[in-house]
């Protein structure tokens, strides 16, 4: 009997199709599998085991009618608890959301439903998406399958830990600065960003406007290039939604697989090629490089010399846009109320809402936005931010007039073990090293598994311009084929 | 705090030059909210016209109506503004639970319009007044406090959020400042705002009631010595009628006054207005101001009119209130000193609605301005409540014109139209109140007054034609007032022979 948790998506969804199995069946051996391991990962916040096996009997329904099903029909989903879920509880990793059951489906989750997929659950993540470590989340860290003492990244820590411990075969990231790709580095799966505006953002919970990207997740290229389709393309809900059709990531990532790169430029950001990562990081690196070059990748060495201020940048603007979309949280319309006791002002519970109901990290960086837009400071912080990110832009373009793709590792440094940078603010931040500036730009950004450091996955990371997602896909998916997939040991 | 005695008005403008500016904003008419899909009407259960995006909820996101952008590029061509090619929403953040987001999305340092300006007319004088900007934003719930005995935040039990309003399109209008104008600032004030009423008015974009808060005033004055600098300012709010605009300026003119005069000096505050007293009162202090901490709206795209949509608003623009006036007024044969009277009524939409009815402009001004005006200000409506249409006045003219009506009958007509008893034609059936033109009868009432009165008679027969009068007043007495008195004169001298 066939495991139907080591399945890949396509492979589901085929057996789905076929009558081999049936979408419950599939679905009860996803949640027998949560059941019996997240207590030792806590990737999910929420399982919403009747929501799933109600979808799952619905997907089955249509099947015995003779409809034709969508490519991931029946496929289970761990959906990232940043995203709003019809009376299914959304807290974003936050105690001041606890309870609050959305009275509307996010565009990403209506779209999932529409394609038949099955969504199991929300996964755990740094409280609202702020951290590289999932270690910020308020309902305890989320642990990597492949060492439970080890971080499983972040902020998307829940999502990338379900695809590495086999409690799904799919999930939906957001990623503002790294938190679909650095997840998947250290955890041995595949995450891709899209390009900024390529997925909507209507019911995301919005840490960063601008930056803010959902994406997929999977355990390989092609699955989450499924996904990818499944949930991209235009959305009148959200402005900044670009009214185009995705590129064909399906068959950007099929044509990769073939394995054959010839003709295809890639550069390598000389900023991020080796100095500051890991030996072991840099040593995998530069293996996957030959590999590419093996499978006829034109390698050229690309300076974006703005990119070393890609991280101060971002410190700057998200926590700016973060500080003033957190200021909904007051506790007056939904979520936590604290000290409401009839003889306090509204400030006052305002405040106390606010002190209870968010965590460290968040409190940094709501005061550290609310200082950088400060009336007097905001030329030099945000507008200087600003100026930064328009030339870390001009670095993707001119590299881009040299180059289909630009590759580096994902993150400098493989799973650490947890606690290890929790004293430390800015030892934390330089997990998006490599990540941020692809968020600063807006143009996609896959991350494959490229080999092990010392038992650890290590993630190599495919940049591309905006609105060629497909570019990236067909590099990864290469890549894939040619050092195969890493399975973590037993759980 | 009133217990100094004010000093005079006239002695207030012989030594401080005042210098004004308005705020004024205005919700627009759109089906839709400005950034979700919940529909605008007045009133309603409370939150019942929400949804997750004017609710702010977690997650949600806006998209600009784009109804509103060109309701608001309308009225930046009719106040003669530049439009901007490009300009963004900003965030404008600060913590007020009917805030729902805790940040407002308005304009900030890229208004969609500027640099316009707005002739009113003021004692006869054009005045002009600069307009700085013109923007977009949405407007903010409403916070109900119950529980307290004033209705305000201190000492209610509870506070009630209602969201209907939330999101709703505002179009904010900012003047520069206006010096100069002396003893004529609060007239002026009032002109501008009347005027920029007028013009929204007939640009269809929004109903602009001040007293339904769809048209919204803050004033700001300032008084400096001749010569010197301009004085430190202070925003009055709750301005909510034309009257209001007039009085609060003038009372913080003589509020300031008295503060200059005892030596003191002018805080930079909110003040609000009191309806009742005619007075104003500090609110917040400007010196301790929030820090907006305005940025650019990252959840919208910027605004790019396309200057070919932009030309063909500014074609399609009505003619503005101020020129349409001059026209009718010139069609209507009237001087200045008319015309502002039918002005000062808030005639001028009804006469012209009356002549488009079919009466002459003389007609229908008369009713308007006289047994209409009287009626309003007696009941103290709007002229244009008083509960008579147009069309309905100019029937009635029709009627007096055929001879069906005389003047004191059609007045009882109207008094019927005003209670809502039908058409004029109806009231004049149903109250029986038709002028009697049947000659028999009228002839027969005639020849009894002419026998009842023999020597009166005989006066007129010998050519004392003016002796007339006598015997119309006994026909009409006869026939109860329903008599026409010219051809009851006309008869009595035929059958006379005079």
Request: glycine share 10%; charged share 20%; proline share 6%.
């Amino acid at each position: 009997m066939t495991d139907l948790t080591k399945l890949t998506a396509v492979e589901i969804a085929g057996l789905v199709a076929g009558g081999q199995t049936s979408a419950v069946e599939v679905t009860q051996a996803h949640l027998d599998r949560i059941a019996a391991v997240d207590d030792r990962v806590n990737a999910f916040l929420h399982v919403d085991a009747d929501g799933a096996l109600a979808a799952a009997r619905a997907v089955d329904e249509r099947r015995a009618a003779g409809e034709e099903l969508g490519p991931l029909a029946g496929v289970p989903v761990a959906v990232k608890d940043v995203l709003t879920t019809k009376g299914v509880p959304t807290t974003v990793g936050s105690k001041i959301l606890e309870g609050w059951r959305p009275p509307y489906d996010a565009t990403i989750v209506q779209r999932l439903r529409a394609a038949g997929t099955v969504m199991l659950g929300k996964t755990n993540m740094d409280e609202f998406a702020m951290g590289s470590s999932t270690e910020y989340s308020a309902y305890g860290p989320t642990r990597n399958p492949w060492d439970t003492d080890r971080i499983p990244g972040g902020s998307g820590g829940g999502s990338a830990a379900a695809l590495a411990a086999y409690e799904a075969p799919l999930a939906i990231g957001s990623d503002t600065g790294g938190s679909i790709r650095q997840p998947g580095a250290v955890t041995g799966t595949v995450g891709a960003k899209p390009t900024y505006g390529g997925t909507s953002r209507y019911g995301l919970v919005a840490f960063s406007s601008s930056l803010d990207t959902p994406g997929p997740c999977a355990r390989t290229v092609l699955d989450a290039a499924l996904l990818h389709a499944a949930i991209g393309g235009h959305d009148p809900r959200d402005s900044t939604s670009i009214p185009q059709p995705v590129p064909d990531v399906v068959a950007a990532a099929r044509l990769g697989a073939t394995g054959d790169l010839t003709g295809v430029k890639l550069g390598v950001v000389t900023e991020f090629s080796g100095e500051g990562a890991e030996p072991g990081v840099a040593a995998a690196f530069r293996d996957s490089v030959d590999a590419l070059a093996k499978l006829g990748a034109e390698i050229v060495e690309v300076s974006c010399p703005h990119f070393t201020y890609a991280l101060p940048a971002y410190y700057l603007i998200a926590p700016s846009e973060c500080s003033s979309n957190l200021a909904r949280f007051d506790g007056v319309r939904f979520g936590l109320r604290e000290g409401d006791d009839g003889n306090r002002s509204l400030e006052e519970v305002m405040s106390l809402t606010r002190d209870a109901g968010f965590g460290p990290e968040v409190k940094r960086r709501i005061m550290l936005g609310t200082y950088a837009l400060s009336s007097g400071y905001y030329d030099a912080y945000y507008g200087q931010a600003q100026k930064v990110r328009t030339l870390i832009t001009r670095d993707f373009t001119a590299a881009f007039e040299r180059v289909d793709a630009l590759i580096s590792p994902t993150t400098p440094f493989v799973a650490f073990p947890i606690g290890a940078r929790t004293s430390d603010p800015y030892q934390m931040y330089l997990a998006d090293l490599y990540t941020i500036p692809t968020n600063l730009y807006g143009g996609p950004g896959i991350s494959v598994p490229c080999g092990l450091s010392d038992g650890l996955p290590v993630g190599l990371q495919v940049m591309a311009p905006t609105m060629a997602d497909d570019r990236m896909y067909r590099v990864a998916a290469a890549l894939e084929s040619a050092v195969g997939t890493f399975t973590p040991p037993a759980l | 705090m009133s217990t100094t005695t004010l000093p005079a008005y006239d002695d207030v403008v012989a030594r401080y030059e005042p210098v004004i500016g308005l705020e004024t904003h205005v919700e627009l008419g759109t089906n839709t909210k400005m950034f979700c899909g919940c529909p605008t009407d007045f009133g309603g259960e409370p939150n019942t016209r929400v949804c997750p995006v004017c609710l702010g909820l977690p997650g949600s996101l806006p998209v600009a109506n784009k109804a509103a952008i060109e309701a608001t590029i309308r009225i930046g061509l009719a106040l003669n503004c530049s439009i901007a090619s490009w300009c963004r929403f900003a965030r404008k953040n600060y913590f007020y639970p009917d805030m729902p987001k805790n940040f407002q999305i308005s304009q900030y340092d890229e208004p969609l319009c500027v640099d316009g300006y707005l002739d009113v007319e003021v004692g006869g004088e054009l005045v002009r007044i600069g307009i700085e900007r013109v923007h977009l934003e949405e407007d903010t719930g409403k916070t109900l406090h119950v529980g307290g005995a004033t209705g305000r935040i201190h000492g209610a039990t509870e506070s009630l959020v209602d969201y209907n309003r939330a999101g709703i399109p505002l179009v904010e209008i900012v003047t520069r400042p206006v010096p100069g104008t002396g003893a004529l600032a609060p007239e002026v004030a009032r002109a501008y705002v009347t005027e920029l009423r007028d013009v929204i008015r007939s640009l269809g974009v929004s109903d602009v009631r001040m007293e339904e808060g769809s048209l919204r005033c803050d004033v700001n004055t300032s008084l400096n010595l001749p010569g010197q600098e301009w004085g430190t300012r202070t925003e009055t709010k709750n301005v909510n009628s034309l009257r209001s605009v007039e009085r609060a300026v003038r009372s913080e003119m003589l509020r300031q006054a008295s503060v200059l005069d005892a030596g003191g000096r002018i805080t930079q505050e909110t003040r609000h207005f009191h309806e009742d007293t005619g007075d104003t009162t500090p609110g917040r202090s400007k010196e301790t101001a929030t820090d907006y901490r305005y940025f650019p709206e990252p959840d919208l795209v910027p605004l790019a009119p396309d200057a070919a949509w932009v030309a063909e608003l500014k074609a399609a623009l009505p003619e503005l209130p101020r020129l349409h006036r001059r026209r009718l007024q010139e069609q209507w044969g009237l001087s200045d000193a008319d015309m502002q009277s039918v002005l000062n009524a808030g005639a001028v939409e009804l006469i012209e609605a009356t002549v488009a009815a079919g009466a002459t402009p003389a007609a229908a001004r008369k009713w308007w301005l006289g047994e209409l005006s009287r009626r309003a200000n007696e009941t103290g409506v709007e002229l244009a409540d008083v509960g008579a249409t147009p069309v309905q006045v100019a029937e009635l003219q029709g009627l007096v014109d055929a001879g069906k009506l005389n003047d004191k009958l059609a007045r009882s007509v109207l008094e019927g139209v005003v209670a809502g008893e039908g058409s004029p034609t109806e009231i004049m059936t149903a109250r029986g109140l038709e002028v009697v033109s049947d000659t028999g009868a009228l002839t027969a009432a005639v020849d009894e007054a002419i026998a009842a009165n023999p020597d009166i008679a005989e006066k007129i027969r010998s050519g004392k034609v003016a002796a007339a009068g006598a015997l119309v007043g006994a026909v009409m007495k006869t026939t109860r007032g329903q008599a026409d008195a010219k051809t009851v004169r006309e008869l009595i001298l035929s059958r006379l022979g005079a």
